[in-house]
């Protein structure tokens, strides 16, 4: 398993690839502590999502147009809730209906983002 996320790149998923065992979680979830690992009971799919908080909505637009732009150069888009002050993202591979390394990967650069915005 890859173990610096930060430095991954998105791979092309397939319907037949293989989601994220619960121990391929757990370890994954340790580089990124501040997201949660939930199970969406609408489409019953696990899913991985954080919040960030913003002084004001301008800085909320900007970090959601950053996290637009990552989503495209990893070719994975995740789900952006902007409120003032707040994004929520929430990553999950759409075409194997639960968690894969890219969601993992693109939540530890969206943690980068994150950080170099803040700066």
Do not use: R
Not at 28 to 54: T, Y
């Amino acid at each position: 398993m890859q173990t610096d996320l930060s430095s991954g790149k998105c791979e092309a998923c397939s319907k037949d690839a293989t989601l994220l065992s619960l121990n391929e979680i757990n370890e994954l979830k340790g580089q990124v502590p501040s997201w949660i690992v939930f199970h969406d009971d609408e489409d019953e799919i696990q899913k991985l999502a954080c919040s960030f908080s913003f002084m004001n909505y301008k800085d909320s637009v900007e970090f959601a147009n950053k996290i637009a732009k990552l989503a495209d150069e990893e070719n994975h888009h995740p789900q952006i809730n902007l409120e003032w002050g707040k994004v929520t993202v929430i990553w999950w591979s759409h075409e194997i209906k639960g968690l894969h390394m890219n969601d993992f990967i693109c939540a530890k650069k969206t943690d980068l983002l994150f950080g170099s915005h803040n700066k």
